[in-house]
């Protein structure tokens, strides 16, 4: 159904990474992402202790988003943004000035909403990801059966024990 709409000329993915992580739980996404002709923007996530003494880490993938987008503006005539993030109505304006055509994926149908109200009334078109659930969306059944499916293997192997 989405060849009928229109054409794809690119899709990106935007995320920060925990440098000297072994394993990243995001990594299989960036993967499959990667491999299935996204563009993969990443940059090292930064770590830092707050006054509380918690860790916490910050990885914002603003500017590099709307740097592309700004540099696309000319070639792409209808951009997708999938964000609920008010810091990109900017983003959405200036697109939109150069007779660029903005819609916004994001959610208000969760509590609290996950998109800030001026970002959905600046978008051409809000779509909302509860109105693509048929399209898009996984059975939870499935979800289930791959769960308990992995727990079924990760109790095998723990039954071998090699001590």
Do not use: C
């Not at 923007?41 to 880490?57: C, L, N, Q, S």
């Not at 592309?68 to 000035?97: I, K, N, P, W, Y």
């Amino acid at each position: 159904s989405f060849q009928k709409r229109g054409y794809l000329l690119r899709a990106y993915y935007y995320t920060a990474l925990i440098e000297d992580s072994e394993y990243s739980s995001i990594r299989p996404l960036i993967d499959w992402l990667d491999y299935n002709g996204y563009r993969v923007v990443t940059k090292p996530a930064k770590e830092f202790t707050d006054a509380a003494g918690r860790r916490k880490i910050k990885g914002n993938m603003d500017i590099e988003l709307a740097v592309d987008a700004m540099e696309l503006a000319d070639t792409g005539d209808h951009f997708v943004l999938f964000s609920g993030d008010g810091d990109f109505r900017s983003l959405v304006e200036a697109l939109q000035r150069k007779g660029r055509k903005v819609s916004v994926v994001s959610s208000l149908t969760t509590s609290p909403p996950m998109i800030s109200d001026d970002l959905r009334r600046q978008a051409d078109h809000f779509i909302d990801l509860a109105s693509l659930r048929a399209e898009i969306g996984r059975n939870p059944a499935e979800r289930e059966n791959r769960i308990s499916r992995r727990t079924e293997v990760d109790e095998a192997d723990a039954s071998d024990e090699d001590y």
